[in-house]
């Protein structure tokens, strides 16, 4: 693989640089993205059947999905050659799956030139840091596995995992 290979790598020098999206057409974009987090079966004992954990720090799972938005929203800030994007809809949503995981999903769309892939992988990985962060005074045996797009529309090609 070459540099010319990586599209946030400029094709004569090899340097860093934001893909020019100024004579591409907007379409509807969308991406959905997941990871799980392992919070063990003493943390999720803690859940009961409410499917809400109370920490002194407020409600655990409703604090990570507005965590997961703002993320979803601040990507550009984070990750160095994104593109500022305004985005037309962000859901994320936390299900436990079983007596020590939590899955966390974020649903993102835009009407745009470019995909939202990463907006939708950093709302994951900000509702996942929120809920470790939120859960450690109980354990810090938690574990941040798996973040990975599952689904991506609009944009060159389709990707479904």
């Known amino acids: 693989?070459?540099?010319r290979d990586f599209?946030?790598?400029?094709?004569k020098t090899g340097n860093p640089n934001m893909v020019d999206v100024g004579e591409k057409q907007a379409s509807h974009r969308s991406a959905r993205a997941s990871c799980r987090v392992i919070l063990?079966?003493?943390?999720?004992?803690?859940?009961?059947?409410s499917n809400e954990l109370i920490t002194k720090k407020g409600p655990v799972f409703q604090t990570a999905i507005i965590a997961g938005t703002m993320g979803a929203k601040q990507t550009a800030n984070l990750i160095?050659?994104?593109?500022?994007l305004g985005l037309d809809d962000c859901k994320v949503s936390i299900d436990l799956l079983d007596d020590t995981t939590v899955l966390v999903q974020c649903a993102v769309k835009v009407f745009g030139k470019t995909g939202v892939e990463m907006?939708?992988?950093?709302?994951?990985?900000v509702a996942a840091l929120?809920?470790?962060?939120?859960?450690?005074?109980?354990?810090?045996?938690?574990?941040i596995e798996a973040i990975k797009l599952e689904e991506k529309?609009?944009?060159?090609?389709?990707f479904k995992r």
Not at 40 to 49: F, P, Q, T, Y
Not at 80 to 84: F, I, K, R
Not at 153 to 158: A, I
């Open 40 to 49: 063990g079966k003493e943390i999720v004992r803690e859940l009961g059947s």
């Open 80 to 84: 160095p050659l994104c593109h500022p």
């Open 1 to 3: 693989m070459s540099a």
């Open 119 to 125: 907006e939708a992988m950093t709302g994951v990985s």
């Open 130 to 143: 929120t809920i470790y962060d939120m859960c450690k005074g109980f354990s810090h045996d938690i574990t």
């Open 153 to 158: 529309k609009g944009g060159k090609r389709d």
């Open 7 to 11: 599209s946030h790598l400029d094709k």
